[in-house]
Every structure is written in C-alpha cells, then in structure tokens.
C-alpha cells in the first residue's frame, strides 16, 4: 500500500528531497507538499542575479506547477496554505484555511528567517530583508522611484544586495560591523581587495559602524539611519542582510525537540521516528547551514532513508564561499585565518588584483583563499577533504594544479632522459 508523504516547505532542500525519492523509489509515496509562497520550487540563491538584472524571476524556476502534476504531487502553494500546526498524534498537518493532510512519514524543511536588529524604526515601510522573491519586487520597486538605500551587513547577502541595487541605479551604501568585508570568510587582504571592486561599481561603505536607529519621516516611512557615533545616512530603502535563523517554531510547537534548530541525526531523523527534517531549519551535531552544498547532501542522505535503502549517513564538511557577483570571483573554505601551529602560504599580484593564501597544519590544508583567480579553488578543497599530506608538493602548491603537474612531468621526463 502506498504511504504517505507530507513535505512542510516548497524550498530547494525540500524539494531536492523529494526528487532524489523520486530518482530512488518512485511509487513508494504519495506525495503532498505545502509551500507559503505562490510558485513553484524556484532557485533562492540566484535572487541575486534577478535584482540586478541578468536573469529574470522565470530563469530561476527549477519546478514550475506542471512538474509536480507530472510527478504526481499535490502542491499547496501560497500564504494561506502555510502550515500552521502538526498533530503527531493524528499525524496530520493542517494550513491555515484549513486544509489537512496525513502522514507516515512528514518532512520539514521550512528554511529559516531573516534576523531583524532589534532597533527603534525596525519596523517602519521601506525596511525589508532579502529572502524571497517578494523582498527582490520590492526592491526593484523601489529602484524605480527612490535613490537612497541602505544595506545592512558586509557578508554575502549584503554584498550582493548592494550591488544589485547599484545596478539598478541607486545610491546603495553597506554598513558593516567589522572593518572587513565578508570578514566570516576573507581575511584583510582579500576583504580590501573587494571593497576596491565593489567601490568601483559605485557601492559606498561605512564601516566598522554600528546602527543605532531608523529616522521615520513622520508618515511611517524610513528616511534615514543614525549610528553610534552620531552620523547619519538619508535613506529610502533599508535592507537587512544580517544573517537567518532556523525557522523551527512550527516543528516547536508541535513538541519536537529543538535546541538552535531542529535536532536531528545522522539520518536526518527527528527525535519522532517519523518525522524527518533538512535544510535551514536543522541542527546537526550542533551545526546550523546557510549554503546549499550541506543542504543538498542533506536532501539525498534523507531521500536514501525514505526510499527505504537505509545506508547513508550525513556527515558535515566544510563548505565553499563564493559570491555572486559577476565579474568578481573569490573562493573561501575552512580555517582561513589560522592559529600559532599554523603555517601561511600567500601569493598577491596587486597589479592583477590576485590573492591566494593558503593555511597548512601538520601537513595539510586546512584552509583556503583566493581573490581573483578561484579556478584552482576545487583541488584545494580535494586536497582539504582528503587531507592529503602536501610536503612533497609544498613549493609549488600556490601556483595550482596546472603548473604543478607541468613541474611533475617535467621532471619525470628530465628523469628518464637522465
């Protein structure tokens, strides 16, 4: 007899899911999935490209309504088919008009929230996170009429909400914190390299700085930023990139044991044997993730347990940074800054904007950057994965796989004439 699968979360990890059971097994579930946006599963990080013009909101459907037709799935998508409560008892989901689905076997992939800072004005109009594609309409709305935006935070989302809004025409300052650009992932060379890159499309910086309020302009409108130490900044438009948070309050409520996120195992299993979880929402082993590559291993370690095949395990493994901005390439990976036992390999071409730095510990790398020239970023993180001894390649690592392997042949011909 068919089973029942109930997926919470329309999402790139829950969808991935669903198709590798799909690739897997096939007729094993009937399949039902709600979703709180009005479309069908679209690729969130490539919003990016959308708000500043090189792709348009229908290149970044990955499924539209007829897949899930084709395959048979039941969607409920939009607002008021948001998921508001899970009886585990019953095993039934139910949305908010109402609509009931029942499960064997519920998945929650409900992706995370946009952190708001907690300051005066945070909730005045034209103060917006980048998440969805509601905040990217909103955003072009804006561009179209205003001039003045803010964006609040130097890391990935921020940067590439800056330069969207650059693209577009406005006058977009980032506020950051640090007094490093994407200071989780670039250490200062590399963070100085960009802020040049980024200067020169027109993006201002103001930072280290810390906000301190949002001006309303009398009719419940943001009209500018004041900071600590007293400045101010006009502002129409204020974005919030400061990072997310595991959207867990339904799996919560339903008495499914959180701590950051929601705990799950090896198996991406719950604490309810059936009731499974992947993506923003989770915490494995005491990790939370933003990036789609442990998203995506998540999904198929998941889907092998659905199916009923029961052998993958989900191991966590450092992550790739790169940005998508286009024209500015940098790769980020593992321990890029290093400690006392660590030793430092760098190459810097100012002239060529190019920066590589690579840290090693007990013969391996353990961490990586580059900044202008990432083509070698995918050996480096073989080699960081594999943790393959580097000694007999140490003098030659930071010229890249290309020139090393030239040395090598050359020097095995070199041999052999010999």
């Given at each position: 007899?068919t089973?029942?699968?109930?997926?919470?979360?329309?999402?790139?990890?829950?969808?991935?899911?669903?198709?590798?059971?799909?690739?897997?097994?096939?007729?094993?579930?009937?399949?039902?999935?709600?979703g709180?946006?009005?479309?069908g599963?679209?690729?969130?990080i490539?919003?990016?490209?959308?708000?500043?013009?090189?792709?348009?909101?229908?290149?970044?459907?990955?499924?539209?309504?007829?897949?899930?037709?084709?395959?048979?799935?039941?969607?409920?998508?939009?607002?008021d088919?948001?998921?508001?409560?899970?009886?585990?008892?019953?095993?039934?989901?139910?949305?908010?008009?109402?609509?009931?689905?029942?499960?064997?076997?519920?998945?929650i992939?409900?992706?995370?929230?946009?952190?708001?800072?907690?300051?005066?004005?945070?909730?005045?109009?034209?103060?917006?996170?980048?998440?969805?594609?509601?905040?990217?309409?909103?955003?072009?709305?804006?561009?179209?009429t205003?001039?003045?935006?803010?964006?609040?935070?130097?890391?990935?989302?921020?940067?590439?909400?800056?330069?969207?809004?650059?693209?577009?025409?406005?006058?977009?300052?980032v506020v950051?914190s640090?007094?490093?650009?994407?200071?989780?992932?670039?250490?200062?060379?590399?963070?100085?390299?960009?802020?040049?890159?980024?200067?020169?499309?027109?993006?201002?910086?103001?930072?280290?700085?810390?906000?301190?309020?949002?001006?309303?302009?009398?009719?419940?409108?943001?009209?500018?930023?004041?900071?600590?130490?007293?400045?101010?900044?006009?502002?129409?438009?204020?974005?919030?990139?400061?990072?997310?948070?595991?959207?867990?309050?339904?799996?919560?409520?339903?008495?499914?044991?959180c701590?950051?996120?929601?705990?799950?195992?090896?198996?991406?299993?719950?604490?309810?044997?059936?009731?499974?979880?992947?993506?923003?929402?989770?915490?494995?082993?005491?990790?939370?993730?933003?990036?789609?590559?442990?998203?995506?291993?998540?999904?198929?370690?998941?889907?092998?347990?659905?199916?009923?095949?029961?052998v993958?395990?989900?191991?966590?493994?450092?992550?790739?940074?790169?940005?998508?901005?286009?024209?500015?390439?940098?790769?980020?990976?593992?321990?890029?800054?290093?400690?006392?036992?660590?030793?430092?390999?760098?190459?810097s071409?100012?002239?060529?904007?190019?920066?590589?730095?690579?840290?090693?510990?007990?013969?391996?790398?353990?961490?990586?950057?580059?900044?202008g020239?990432?083509?070698?970023?995918?050996?480096?993180?073989?080699?960081?994965?594999?943790?393959?001894?580097?000694?007999?390649?140490?003098?030659?690592?930071?010229?890249?796989?290309?020139?090393?392997?030239?040395?090598?042949?050359?020097?095995?011909?070199?041999?052999?004439?010999?």
């Open positions: 007899m089973q029942q699968l109930v997926v919470i979360g329309n999402g790139m990890a829950g969808m991935k899911a669903v198709e590798e059971l799909l690739a897997a097994a096939p007729e094993k579930f009937s399949i039902t999935v709600f709180a946006e009005p479309y599963n679209y690729n969130r490539m919003l990016s490209p959308v708000l500043c013009g090189e792709k348009s909101i229908e290149d970044i459907i990955i499924n539209d309504r007829q897949w899930y037709q084709d395959n048979h799935i039941t969607l409920h998508a939009g607002p088919k948001a998921v508001v409560d899970i009886d585990r008892q019953r095993k039934v989901v139910t949305a908010k008009d109402g609509t009931e689905a029942h499960y064997d076997r519920l998945l992939a409900t992706g995370s929230n946009p952190f708001i800072l907690p300051i005066p004005g945070n909730d005045l109009e034209g103060v917006i996170a980048f998440r969805d594609i509601y905040d990217v309409n909103k955003m072009l709305s804006y561009s179209e205003k001039q003045h935006a803010v964006v609040l935070g130097g890391g990935l989302l921020g940067l590439e909400a800056a330069n969207g809004l650059a693209q577009r025409g406005m006058h977009v300052t950051h640090n007094e490093v650009l994407l200071n989780r992932q670039l250490d200062g060379t590399a963070g100085h390299l960009l802020q040049l890159e980024l200067e020169k499309r027109g993006v201002h910086f103001k930072m280290p700085a810390k906000t301190q309020a949002l001006i309303d302009n009398g009719e419940g409108h943001v009209s500018g930023v004041q900071f600590a130490d007293g400045s101010e900044l006009t502002c129409d438009l204020f974005v919030m990139a400061i990072g997310v948070r595991p959207n867990m309050k339904l799996a919560e409520s339903a008495g499914i044991h701590e950051r996120g929601i705990v799950v195992s090896d198996t991406l299993q719950t604490y309810d044997p059936s009731v499974y979880a992947v993506g923003e929402c989770i915490q494995h082993r005491g990790d939370t993730f933003g990036l789609v590559a442990p998203l995506f291993e998540q999904a198929k370690v998941c889907a092998n347990h659905l199916s009923g095949h029961g993958a395990e989900y191991k966590t493994l450092p992550s790739a940074t790169k940005l998508k901005v286009t024209g500015i390439n940098l790769f980020s990976l593992g321990d890029f800054l290093g400690d006392e036992e660590c030793e430092i390999i760098r190459f071409d100012p002239s060529a904007s190019v920066y590589k730095k690579l840290v090693i510990k007990n013969h391996c790398i353990v961490g990586v950057v580059l900044y020239d990432t083509k070698d970023g995918a050996w480096y993180q073989s080699l960081l994965e594999q943790r393959t001894n580097i000694e007999d390649m140490r003098e030659l690592l930071i010229f890249g796989q290309a020139y090393f392997q030239t040395e090598l042949v050359q020097t095995e011909l070199a041999g052999e004439v010999g």
